[in-house]
């Protein structure tokens, strides 16, 4: 997107006006993920119109060792996504 | 911007304003509904509401899904931007269905405030005509892809009373409003006017598709056509009324008196009966949200009493089902007919 020229500010629905804006932070994150997924979606579609990949072999549960290696993974992400909401600092002052 | 994500982006906008129709929306009416004492006055339902954390997810979602579907990162204005070379090309500027007017002047209601949150307008921009286009398949989502139905049974009714000869379709936009008439109606002969000569030349190159004969598009003024006196049988209009402030209003009804034939019908399809302050209370936010300045003022119009004092017979204004199965608890516009005889 370019710099369009300010029009003024954009209306106000919540109480604190943070809210607003911080709602379009995270729908424009849900739209961001959804054109992810759905590019994924393509992607396996085509692999698997190639015969790279299997379709029924990438949407099977995973296996234990999967299992278990995702874990640490998801910890990860876990821990980075809502580590914001305990609101501590991280360097002094 | 590549088009699989531009149309999954958008599909992400649409499913999410489907949320927004039936659960969000059916929650705030819940909130309604539940209060006690129940709301009389659209005072009243405003008490309910604007505490109503609820409401203001509602308020904020209805702003903003339109917002990004306009402006976003995958938004139309910059979708159609990135294509502006192969769009212009499919453009006919020498159509004969078609005739523009740079020269017409853009009122001032119509040029200080962009409806709908498109940002330019439906007329600034050569583009425009394509976007609004675009725009227009998700504007009532309880219908899904079925828009195309409401102007089908919109022209059905008229037809259902008569077959008119001389049709005027005034704001006619890309032509969406007309095409059932030129299409069902072969032996008539239809005009249809708009300030917006990018959305004209769209509506031409649907009609060339169409191997239309007997349409033509025309760039003027609803309320001063110039068109001749007398010369049509049928003046009609959808969703052009609430676009404008009451003085013009007044003036288009004028102007559809002046150019219908004695015994003539007039038939306004637009956003007008409210059956009670939540009704009210919703409609008039929608307006501010969507920045329809005028769909307040319409919207309190007494339109049959104007109607009668311009001299109009048969005045009725009647609710329209826009589709066939509307979901009692969805959000939906409030469609109303509004028709009149011009005296014999
Ligand atoms: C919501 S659109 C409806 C278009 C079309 N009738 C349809 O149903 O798809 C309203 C249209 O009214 C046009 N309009 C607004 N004021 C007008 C005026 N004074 N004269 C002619 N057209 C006008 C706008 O340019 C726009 O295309």
Redesign the pocket.
């Known amino acids: 997107m370019t710099d369009a020229p300010s029009l003024g500010p954009e209306q106000q629905f919540f109480a604190d006006p943070a809210l607003d804006r911080m709602m379009g932070v995270v729908m424009a994150m849900a739209q961001e993920l959804y054109v992810t997924r759905d590019r994924l979606r393509g992607l396996e579609t085509l692999l698997a119109e190639k015969g790279v990949v299997s379709t029924a072999a990438l949407d099977r549960a995973p296996t234990e060792a999967e299992a278990r290696a995702r874990q640490d993974d998801l910890k990860e992400f876990v821990g980075a996504l809502l580590t914001p909401l305990l609101a501590q600092k991280t360097s002094h002052g | 911007m590549d088009e699989r994500a531009f149309s999954a982006g958008q599909a992400f906008l649409l499913s999410a304003k489907l949320f927004w129709t039936h659960k969000l929306f059916g929650a705030v009416k819940d909130e309604v509904r539940t209060a006690s004492p129940q709301p009389k006055t659209l005072a009243d339902v405003a008490k309910v509401l604007s505490p109503s954390t609820t409401y203001a997810y509602f308020e904020w979602f209805e702003r903003h899904l339109q917002k990004m579907k306009y402006s976003g990162r995958y938004g139309l204005v910059p979708h159609a931007d990135g294509l502006r070379r192969d769009l212009l090309a499919r453009l006919d500027v020498n159509s004969p269905l078609v005739q523009v007017d740079p020269a017409l002047p853009m009122?001032d209601?119509?040029t200080s405030v962009d409806?709908?949150q498109h940002p330019g307008?439906?007329?600034s921009d050569e583009l425009a005509g394509f976007v609004?286009e675009e725009g227009?398949r998700s504007t009532t989502p309880a219908m899904g892809v079925k828009h195309a139905d409401?102007?089908q049974r919109f022209t059905d009714l008229i037809v259902s009373e008569g077959k008119p000869k001389r049709i005027l379709?005034?704001?006619?936009?890309?032509?969406?409003?007309?095409r059932p008439f030129y299409r069902d109606l072969p032996e008539a002969e239809v005009t249809a006017?708009?300030?917006?000569a990018p959305?004209l030349n769209v509506a031409g190159v649907q009609a060339s598709q169409d191997q239309a004969r007997n349409v033509r598009f025309l760039q003027?003024?609803?309320?001063e056509t110039g068109l001749p006196a007398g010369s049509f049988d049928l003046v009609t209009?959808?969703?052009?009324l609430?676009?404008?402030p009451p003085e013009?209003i007044e003036a288009?009804m004028a102007e559809a008196a002046r150019v219908l034939a004695p015994g003539g019908r007039m038939v306004h399809?637009d956003f007008h009966m409210l059956p009670d302050a939540f009704a009210r209370f919703i409609h008039y936010g929608h307006a501010v949200r969507n920045n329809e300045v005028y769909m307040e003022p319409w919207a309190e119009m007494d339109i049959a009493a104007l109607l009668r004092k311009q001299g109009f017979t048969d005045v009725t204004i009647a609710p329209f089902a826009e589709a066939d199965n509307v979901p009692p608890d969805a959000w939906r516009f409030p469609w109303t007919v509004i028709s009149a005889t011009k005296a014999a």
Do not use: I
């Open positions: 009122p209601y119509y409806v709908h307008g439906v007329w609004y227009a409401l102007h379709d005034m704001g006619c936009g890309f032509g969406k409003s007309t006017v708009d300030l917006a959305c003027k003024n609803a309320y209009s959808t969703m052009l609430h676009e404008m013009k288009t399809l």
